[in-house]
Structures are given as C-alpha cells and as structure tokens.
C-alpha cells in the first residue's frame, strides 16, 4: 500500500510537470523571446487577454493557419534552423519570438500582454468611439445647416451659399418635369432646388429615396402627392459636384 501512494505522487509529479512544460509564457517587456516548438506538431500562438492582428515571417519558413474564432494562430516549422516571427497585436505593438525547432510534443505559446497595454488599448478605442461620434454629429448638423438655407432662399454672395439661377428642364420621368431653378454653394456641400410638375392624368406619389443617387447626402421634398398638374420643390444635396 506504502508503494502504491508513493508511486501515485510521483505520477502526479510528473503530470504537473508535463502540464508546466505545456504552455511557454512570454513576456510583453521581452524585447527578443527565444522559445522552443515542436518541429513536427503545430504549436498554438496566442496573446493573453488579448489578439492577435497579423504575424510575419520569411516565406516559406513557417506554415501558419488562424483560427478566425478564437483568433488564435497554429504555426509549424518548414525548415530545421531558427526562425523569427514578428507578432502584431490589437493593441499595436509588435513582438519578435526566435523559434527553436526541436523533438518535442505540441504546446502553447502565450504572449502576456502587460495591464497597461490593455489600458491604453481601451483608452484608444474609447477616443476613436468619441471621435466618431463628434464627427457624426457636426456632419449631421452641417447637412441640416445647409438644408435650412437652401430651402430658405439664403444665397448672395453675402450669406452662407454662393447660388446661381438655372431655369434648365432635367430629363426626369414621362409622367413629370423637373426644373432646375438653382444651384448653391458653401465650397463643401452643392445643393439643387428643383421644380416638378405632374403632367400625368394621374396622382402622383413621390418617395424621397427615388432622388438618392451617387454622391447625394440629402433629399427633401415639400409635398409628397400630387394631382395631375400640381406641382411641388424639391431640394438635393450633394457631397461633391456632380
């Protein structure tokens, strides 16, 4: 029974000695990392904590596949020699591991990430959040900016847009005939204010998605029915000079 026990720790010993060896843990402050892999199983790269955005290497040296799950990387040597792998995280920096292949079982290697990598990770993403947002908000202000003056006839060269009187027929439907009145201007945005008649015998229904094409930020119509001969103005707005 004595020797039983005793063989019983030693097996355990040896098993929390395999599982040790299992993982390699590499630092985020080693600025080198020489760590051994198995030269004939794939060994499976990941970051603590954290992702891993691409790895490089010389071609043809290591034969890599990404698990796009898990956003882990399983790497195995193609060439019996060391080989240097530059790893690139979510949170920007760049690691260099020197692999060793040898004869051994497949593991793990783990880059440990320091907590102020991951901090300044999110401190980053909160900013870009924020600056999305800023510039979400003054585009939409803009657009509304621009729409309110368009449609309120603000356009000397005194006030906000720069306008031009057009009076020109658009090739639009048979069943209506758009006039382009005028076309303004603030050097960023280029609205149109358009007059469209229904020459149909029927009523017709306008739908503002119709007027959307390529370039055009904003539509806006003042009625959306029309009898046959009624008419109503419609105003576009375009990012950039069609």
Request: charged share 25%; aromatic share 8%.
């Amino acid at each position: 029974m004595f020797i039983t026990i005793k063989r019983l720790a030693a097996a355990f010993v040896l098993c929390a000695s395999l599982t040790a060896q299992a993982v390699q843990y590499v630092s985020s402050e080693t600025e080198n990392a020489h760590v051994d892999i198995s030269k004939t199983d794939f060994t499976r790269l990941t970051i603590e904590g954290g992702r891993i955005q691409s790895i490089q290497t010389i071609k043809d040296e290591l034969d890599s596949k990404k698990d796009e799950a898990s956003n882990e990387w399983y790497i195995l040597p193609k060439v019996n020699k060391p080989i240097s792998v530059f790893v690139s995280s979510k949170a920007g920096k760049t690691y260099l591991l020197t692999l060793k292949p040898i004869a051994k079982s497949a593991d793990s290697i783990v880059i440990r990430e320091s907590v102020q990598d991951t901090q300044n990770l999110q401190r980053e993403r909160r900013e870009q959040l924020r600056a999305m947002e800023r510039a979400s908000e003054s585009y939409m202000a803009s657009q509304k900016r621009f729409m309110y003056a368009l449609s309120h006839h603000a356009g000397s060269d005194d006030n906000e847009l720069t306008c031009q009187i057009n009076g020109e027929n658009v090739p639009f439907w048979n069943e209506a005939m758009l006039i382009k009145r005028r076309t303004c201007s603030d050097g960023s945005l280029t609205g149109y204010e358009y007059t469209l008649t229904n020459i149909s015998n029927a009523q017709m229904v306008l739908e503002e998605p119709e007027f959307f094409k390529k370039n055009v930020t904003a539509v806006a119509i003042e009625r959306l029915v029309l009898a046959p001969d009624e008419s109503t103005t419609v105003y576009v707005v375009s990012g950039v000079q069609p």
